[in-house]
């Protein structure tokens, strides 16, 4: 089992910046694709990024490219989402996640969750 804690949410006005943070701990963390994921109030979960076992090759969704960046430091047992030029549309709660297969896209091919993390973008 895999224990998940994002952390780095906050309160940003439009334009801004966010580093989130996910500790893990329990099982061997670079054996693990990770995922970020948001959900805004009254929506579904979103698939946002992915990355490989070593953080050689990532993915994201159109509306975060070229503002957000994900990344690892599997010495760590950490995940980053560094998240730049903030829209308020970007407000949501925050997961990361472990993901059963590289390019995993959708909330059922990822295993473990952390809690969840608050961003939001004020105008």
């Known amino acids: 089992q895999v224990q998940l804690v994002e952390s780095g949410g906050g309160l940003v006005q439009a334009g801004g910046s966010l580093r989130l943070s996910c500790a893990a701990s329990?099982?061997?963390?670079?054996?693990?694709?990770m995922g970020w994921f948001r959900q805004a109030p009254g929506k579904e979960r979103e698939f946002v990024s992915t990355i490989s076992f070593t953080g050689s090759t990532t993915y994201y969704i159109d509306s975060v490219k070229g503002r957000f960046t994900i990344s690892r430091d599997n010495a760590k047992n950490t995940l980053y989402l560094q998240m730049n030029s903030l829209k308020v549309e970007d407000t949501a709660v925050y997961y990361c996640?472990?993901?059963?297969?590289?390019?995993?896209?959708?909330?059922?091919?990822?295993?473990?969750w952390g809690q969840g993390t608050q961003v939001t973008v004020s105008s």
């Open positions: 996640a472990t993901g059963k297969y590289w390019m995993a896209t959708m909330a059922p091919d990822y295993e473990y």
């Open positions: 329990g099982r061997t963390f670079s054996n693990y694709v």
